[in-house]
């Protein structure tokens, strides 16, 4: 007896990569639609918290963290360091990740949050749930002393990047790839992550480091999957 082999038409296999083609398609423009979201959620921290810091100080006449009078005004603690920040300066000393609970930069939640600006606990020793997080999990913080600095030798290959960041204060958010720092930077500045309002700064120790160099992040890094802290003048 002879054994027929019966395979696979032309038209099954069409059917077939079809299907595979959409599968892909989708999976794609699911991806690039959670990088959408995450862009836009963290652009919206920077404004939401650029917003609350000027309500406080309007309200107030002081910025939060650097208030002396944080007590009278919203019950909050007031800051006793960095030692070479007097308080009600008008600039919010420390650095933006400082982790000690008397600065002005840590301080800065609290009264926020306890003057209804923003929301989360207002306890210093709940570490955990106290420092507000982006997108990505990564910390957020605020500094009034520019913390990126321009890269050396910037000024001969683009002379816009030798300029300093200015601002009466920086909001600084960690743990962001570069395809959305790119994203954040386009959304709110110049497009370029080593010029302007917007900077951005590498990270190599799984955290932000509390001041750096800025970089340019072009296309071809965001294949290497390094992770950035993004730092916005205000």
Not at 22 to 31: A, E, I, P, R, T
Not at 66 to 73: L, N, T, W
């Amino acid at each position: 007896m002879k054994s027929t082999q019966q395979g696979f038409t032309l038209v099954e296999i069409a059917i077939v990569l079809v299907i595979i083609g959409l599968l892909l398609g989708g999976v794609l423009k699911g991806q690039e639609l959670i990088n959408s979201a995450k862009a836009k959620s963290l652009v919206n921290d920077f404004r939401t918290i650029s917003t609350a810091i000027y309500a406080y100080q309007d309200r107030f006449r002081f910025m939060p963290g650097d208030d002396p009078s944080a007590g009278q005004h919203v019950g909050g603690s007031n800051a006793s360091s960095p030692d070479t920040e007097a308080r009600g300066n008008g600039r919010i000393g420390g650095s933006w990740n400082s982790t000690t609970a008397t600065d002005e930069s840590f301080l800065v939640w609290q009264h926020l949050r306890m003057a209804n600006l923003l929301t989360g606990t207002t306890s210093t020793s709940d570490t955990t749930n106290y420092f507000p997080r982006n997108a990505d999990n990564g910390r957020i913080g605020i500094t009034g002393a520019a913390p990126i600095t321009p890269a050396t030798g910037s000024a001969t290959s683009n002379p816009s990047a030798s300029l300093p960041m200015t601002g009466a204060f920086f909001i600084c958010s960690d743990g962001i790839s570069a395809r959305l720092a790119r994203q954040v930077d386009s959304t709110m500045d110049d497009g370029a992550t080593n010029t302007g309002n917007v900077r951005a700064m590498s990270q190599t120790d799984g955290a932000g480091a509390a001041t750096g160099t800025a970089v340019e992040i072009t296309p071809a890094l965001e294949a290497e999957g390094r992770l950035y802290t993004v730092c916005v003048a205000f």
